[in-house]
């Protein structure tokens, strides 16, 4: 029986796994912690074997006069929760940083992630998750492992972000252009399997789960536009216009490359339990 704190209740990932492992009572006791206000400092951190850090803020191009708000949230208290959960004698805790930390991608170009590819991030949301990273690591010991997870783009049922964006795009638009990306991307269930298997096998170190199959744009507004009976005309005319627009954030997210070495992605046990079409069909609502 492993007895799991998911601190930042009501999050979209943390209230998901809470709901899958709560399927499986004789394995893990799970509970969420509110995280907005100071009260989580007055909760016992004892009796749990693993801390699952959720809490957090996420956008890709924040606005400046949020900087110090998302160092406070996104480095401070993910650290202070380390080091209370690690005072209090949980075995592992699992911190949820983002591929954000090596920078974005770019339209025309390859950007694949290596084990040799530098923390570079962008902007303060990237840096607030790397300098979490280097306050929590060092926590580590014998008796204290410490989880790091760069996810890629999340996407599932009700997520937020850019994928309910393109779902609404496919649906609607009657033409698309054709310019070729590819993007690593990870569906909740996977990322959720992802997670479960950390915790049975008591791991530690850093870690990059992906999807089996990297993924474009074209690819995914085709099998959006699929499921809901949609039709666009796919054409390359518009493609030398994407190109010059490449400094824009908005059209380097739909169009840019940004793809993980899937040997970095490789674990001893398969978490990938759902393929890329059937996490399309699944978070588009059809069973």
């Not at 991030?121 to 690591?137: C, H, T, V």
């Not at 590819?182 to 915790?199: D, K, T, V």
């Not at 079409?277 to 978070?283: A, G, Y």
Request: proline share 5%; net charge neutral.
């Amino acid at each position: 029986m492993k007895r799991i704190l998911i601190t930042g209740k009501g999050s979209y990932i943390g209230t998901h796994f809470r709901d899958e492992l709560l399927k499986y009572p004789e394995k893990y006791e799970v509970e969420e912690l509110e995280m907005r206000n100071d009260e989580w400092r007055n909760h016992d951190f004892s009796s749990y074997d693993v801390v699952y850090h959720v809490a957090g803020l996420a956008h890709s191009t924040p606005d400046e006069s949020q900087r110090e708000l998302y160092y406070q949230v996104n480095t401070d208290l993910a650290y202070e929760t380390a080091k209370k959960a690690k005072e209090e004698g949980v075995k592992q805790f699992i911190f949820m940083s983002s591929i954000i930390v090596y920078g974005s991608g770019k339209i025309g170009e390859d950007r694949v992630i290596t084990k040799d590819t530098p923390l570079t991030p962008d902007n303060f949301y990237g840096d607030s998750k790397k300098q979490a990273e280097i306050k929590i690591r060092p926590l580590e010991d014998e008796s204290f492992k410490v989880v790091i997870v760069r996810p890629p783009m999340i996407y599932g049922p009700n997520s937020k972000g850019n994928y309910p964006l393109m779902s609404k795009f496919a649906r609607k638009t009657p033409i698309f252009p054709t310019l070729r990306n590819q993007r690593s991307m990870l569906y909740l269930g996977n990322l959720i399997e992802f997670i479960r298997l950390m915790i049975d096998n008591e791991e530690s170190g850093i870690y990059l789960p992906q999807n089996r199959e990297y993924v474009s744009s074209v690819e995914m507004i085709k099998e959006i536009a699929k499921i809901h009976n949609h039709k666009i005309w796919f054409t390359g005319i518009f493609n030398p216009f994407i190109k010059l627009f490449n400094k824009q954030i908005y059209i380097n997210k739909v169009f840019g490359n940004l793809t993980i070495d899937k040997k970095l992605s490789e674990y001893k046990e398969d978490y990938n339990k759902y393929s890329f079409k059937e996490s399309i069909r699944l978070t588009e609502g059809i069973s």
